[in-house]
């Protein structure tokens, strides 16, 4: 089975409007984290938040947020009032303790096309 | 230089090159991992070093060949690629603590190889 699913191949949001990124993962660790990054067509990939397993609250950092529902072992991304420059691919990231590997899984991403 | 910087950034070779990334770190970080990033396929892992000692290697072929002669310099060193060795690729660091979930990677811009 997957680890991490991107069920989302490609979306498109307005500028100015807020848009959701869809992540699920499976693990059976009590303790993991997860991570997104966005990848411009520049090639480089950009962290953008984190989220423990642990932490009560959704973490939020500028526009980005996420949306962390643990039961449903659901790690959204939430991307308020886009920006042109928001176009770009998204990946949702895991590390899990257990495993005691310190790389990350990836996704296989989101394309955002963000619209004037 | 600030961050993690890779060079060269695009590289074209032909099946009998040898050739060599590099990457380099100025972050202060222990651990610096290869990741390979095919057309349609999420990033894989390559190789993982953590205090110059590789700890992780995700059963790469011996074509490719990784160096890390101290916690801020990492080479991937190529020889006989094969088409499908075409990608990018992607090189990170972190500062690595003891199994900690939430340790971010930090990833350079890649390099972009073609195999001819």
């Known amino acids: 089975a997957q680890k991490i699913t991107q069920t989302q191949p490609g979306m498109f949001v307005q500028e100015k409007e807020a848009v959701t990124l869809d992540c699920t993962y499976d693990t059976s660790d009590q303790s993991y984290g997860l991570f997104w990054y966005k990848q411009p067509s520049s090639g480089e990939m950009i962290f953008l938040i984190y989220?423990?397993?642990?932490?009560?609250q959704n973490a939020t950092e500028g526009r980005y947020s996420l949306n962390f529902q643990k039961a449903r072992k659901s790690a959204n991304l939430v991307i308020s009032a886009s920006q042109l420059g928001d176009s770009a691919m998204y990946f949702c990231?895991?590390?899990?303790?257990?495993?005691?590997?310190?790389?990350?899984?990836f996704g296989s991403g989101t394309r955002l096309q963000v619209q004037p | 230089e600030t961050g993690v910087t890779q060079t060269p950034r695009h590289l074209v070779m032909g099946m009998t090159n040898k050739k060599s990334l590099k990457c380099e770190q100025h972050l202060g970080h222990n651990a610096m991992y290869w990741y390979k990033q095919s057309a349609k396929k999420p990033l894989e892992l390559m190789f993982v070093?953590?205090?110059?000692?590789?700890?992780e290697n995700n059963s790469v072929p011996s074509r490719f060949s990784p160096e890390c002669p101290n916690s801020s310099h990492l080479f991937l060193h190529l020889h006989t690629l094969q088409p499908e060795d075409s990608a990018l690729y992607l090189c990170?660091?972190?500062?690595?603590?003891?199994?900690?979930?939430?340790?971010?990677?930090?990833f350079g811009p890649g390099t972009r190889l073609l195999v001819l």
């Open positions: 990170a660091s972190s500062h690595a603590g003891q199994g900690e979930v939430g340790e971010t990677q930090y």
């Open positions: 989220q423990g397993s642990y932490d009560e």
């Open positions: 070093y953590n205090f110059k000692e590789q700890t």
């Open positions: 990231a895991m590390r899990e303790r257990d495993t005691g590997r310190r790389a990350l899984t």
